[in-house]
């Protein structure tokens, strides 16, 4: 009940195109949902992030779309760069920062 | 703004010998988490400091692994003795208070065990 599934495991899109991750969790006291980008050889670094009072945020070009009631959410990164090619990484918490967990990461290129 | 800070970049050791990290939160932050991420996985939390009190220490390994926060700010992540499969990068991260408004965890660049 504390894991996060997320898919695809990789993925490779060309420069402009809009990659999309999705994301599904079990536990229903979670209410926190972050998104994290990770460099080779850096700690994750908060993108975006979603509380489940609404069913989209966009934050520049990523967009989290929130579907609570079948338990899942996604990110969207419109017109997608060289320079977005990083592991991302969804994760889900309690409101008061605990049972926090990490998804598997998806490894994403975009082509120039 | 100073982040997360962590000590050493890179350690190679033997199995059965011990080992040490350490972390510097930013200044401020209460909670403290203590993550392990191996190759091609999502970070897994081994312990969760609020202050310098416990709040979750369900899957550190506590047979060989500990961590202390003395006075609320810095943690030390301890491994004793090492297995070959404790090869991982460990992550400090810390976030202003569990409860806050903001909730988001600021990451060190990590520790790379390699363990041999």
């Known amino acids: 009940q504390q894991q996060v599934k997320q898919s695809p495991q990789s993925l490779i899109v060309q420069k402009g195109g809009i990659p999309i991750i999705n994301c599904a969790y079990e536990n229903t006291a979670f209410d926190y949902f972050p998104w994290y980008q990770q460099f080779p050889g850096k700690g994750p670094a908060l993108l975006i992030a979603i509380r489940p009072d609404v069913s989209e945020k966009k934050e520049g070009r990523f967009t989290i779309s929130f579907n609570k009631s079948a338990k899942q959410f996604s990110l969207h990164i419109m017109d997608s760069q060289p320079g977005d090619s990083a592991t991302y990484f969804c994760?889900?918490?309690?409101?008061?920062?605990?049972?926090?967990?990490f998804g598997p990461g998806t490894r994403l290129s975009v082509l120039p | 703004e100073a982040g997360v800070a962590q000590s050493p970049r890179y350690k190679i050791i033997e199995k059965r010998q011990s080992v040490a990290f350490w972390c510097n939160p930013i200044s401020g932050h209460a909670t403290l988490y203590w993550y392990q991420q191996i190759l091609g996985q999502g970070p897994k939390l081994l312990i969760q400091?609020?202050?310098?009190?416990?709040?979750?220490d369900s899957q550190l390994p506590k047979d060989r692994f500990s961590a202390e926060r003395l006075k609320g700010v810095d943690s030390t992540l301890k491994i004793q003795p090492a297995k070959l499969e404790d090869s991982a990068v460990y992550l400090c991260?810390?976030?202003?208070?569990?409860?806050?408004?903001?909730?988001?965890?600021?990451f060190g660049q990590g520790t790379r065990l390699t363990v041999v």
């Open positions: 991260a810390s976030s202003l208070d569990i409860g806050a408004v903001s909730t988001e965890a600021f």
């Open positions: 994760a889900a918490g309690d409101n008061y920062g605990q049972n926090f967990v």
């Open positions: 400091f609020q202050n310098n009190g416990v709040v979750d």
